[in-house]
């Protein structure tokens, strides 16, 4: 099995910062910043809050490194032989069963539908079975640009085509531009086709007050549910194919140059540029529409991870500072493992990380699971003890702690669970009815020794014995125009303005001493990345003293 260990490892990452910026989101009451009340709070407080709020709207992340995923795999089983026809048709009917789960993992099992609450005491909450799978996810628009992406591909495979490759990367930027492009009009046209949608309230007799994007079964007529069915993916809330088919095209891209057997050494340079590009001017477009009045904070605090609610003045400035972010992480760890030979070391060290990624929806569905630990600091006296209706904790400390006890948690429940191949899971549900459907998945799995083990979800294949594959190997690496002492300076200057860079270029240009010397570039990213981590140190400190300005 061959894989890039920084492809699977920023899915499982994406998946743990999920579980940890879900405990905040859970469990923490946030309602001071909501309130607009900052008195008390120290500057530090608000730039944390500020941080969470921005990668915590990174549900694009894992839509761009799954769609570079699934175009390698497109593309593997295109060169095996495999007609258009035979991966096109495995996309869509993959696809369709994804979207399937995904509806009964919103509505029945999620964190957020009747299980979740029922884990929580909140069996009331039965009435999510009625609605909640029309709620646009970030797995339902996996689902539908898994669908997309083999329509698009199969097209362009025609004939050969998947060897034309400036063709196709070109169709896939040009898609890309219009994603985005029709994304105003497609709300407008939704909005006058429902007034309001997707934020607009109706009175349902069985659930209540509801947003206007969900009908209810029971309630609302054939007609309603089918339009609702078509709406919700094009501009239902928070995560509608307009703009986020944008992302999949641009992981297309990566996915296809990834593919070949020359792939552009400057690819991760020249994508590093254009996401910082992207993410300066979405940045900068923020702040001036919110200066001039066009938009406001509140509204972006309260939609920061769904651009309908920042239709029509925020959505686009916001979307390009996210998605500039996204493109410019993904090929940065890109260029620090497979383009400098590392692939099977950092295939190695990050085996608790990949975890997350190989099951990552069977993660996302059972999430609620962040309960247990919730429970437990109801041992504590100050820490609300309300069970099995949890109130929100008030205060940081308890939250923090929270944390590490629920990563804890997933690290035992991944490890027990790989052993008896992820049973019962979303993978393994949607692996088992694939053997049904599709002839291909019931041959791979004839050789397997039960019944209950499926072909794909082999943990010891994937997670131990992979082919771990790199563009650059660690001979390729030019020592002799000092490319890794390159490398850390471009990175400590960059840490100037991101310190997660600052480490990151210190631990490089130290290494690089061995295979290239001691010279001006690396010994410029040591000194410069020092002096960036301690004055970051120092401001963090200050602010802990500096409070928090008023809005």
Known sequence: MRRFSSIDFMRGFAIWMMIMFHVIMRWYDGSWIQDGDLEGVPMVGLLFFLIVVYFSAWAGFFLLVSSIGNMISMYRNLDRGKSWKKVMMFQIVGGLLLLLAAVLVESTIGYHAFLGYAVEGKFHRWTTILYRGFHMETIHTIAFCVIVNGIVQGLLSRNGGHVKVKRNIRIYA?????????????????????????????????????????????????????????????????????????????????????????????????????????????????????????????????????????????????????????????????????????????????????RYGYVAFSVYTYQFIDAMPRALMCLFPFVSRNWPYPENIGWWLPVLVMMPMTLLLWEMVLRAWEKVEYVGGMEWCIAKVAEKVLPGRRERTEGRRRWWQAARLDAKEYLYRPKWLNVVEKDGVDHKSKEESKLALSLSLGGLFFLPLAPMSLWIGRTSIKGEGRNFMNSAAVVVSLITMVVYVGLFIVMFFVPAPSF
């Open 174 to 354: 040009l898609l890309a531009v219009l994603s985005v492009a029709l994304t105003g009009p497609v709300y407008k046209m939704l909005r006058m086709i429902v007034p309001g949608y997707p934020f607009a309230k109706w009175e349902s007799s069985i659930v209540g007050s509801l947003d206007i994007q969900y009908p209810v079964i029971g309630e609302s007529s054939v007609c309603d549910i089918l339009l609702k069915a078509v709406m919700f993916p094009l501009g239902g809330n928070p995560e509608p194919l307009f703009p986020y088919l944008a992302v999949t095209f641009i992981g297309s891209i990566i996915g296809i140059y990834l593919c070949q057997k020359n792939c552009p050494r400057k690819l991760p340079r020249n994508g590093i540029l254009i996401g910082v590009g992207l993410a300066s001017t979405g940045l900068i477009g923020t702040i001036v529409v919110i200066a001039i009045g066009i938009g406001d904070l509140e509204r972006l605090m309260d939609n920061f991870y769904q651009p309908p609610g920042l239709y029509p003045s925020l959505w686009f400035w916001w979307f390009l500072f996210l998605t500039g972010g996204q493109l410019a992480g993904v090929l940065l760890v890109l260029r620090l493992v497979e383009f400098r030979g590392m692939g099977g070391e950092f295939g190695r060290r990050t085996l608790s990380i990949r």
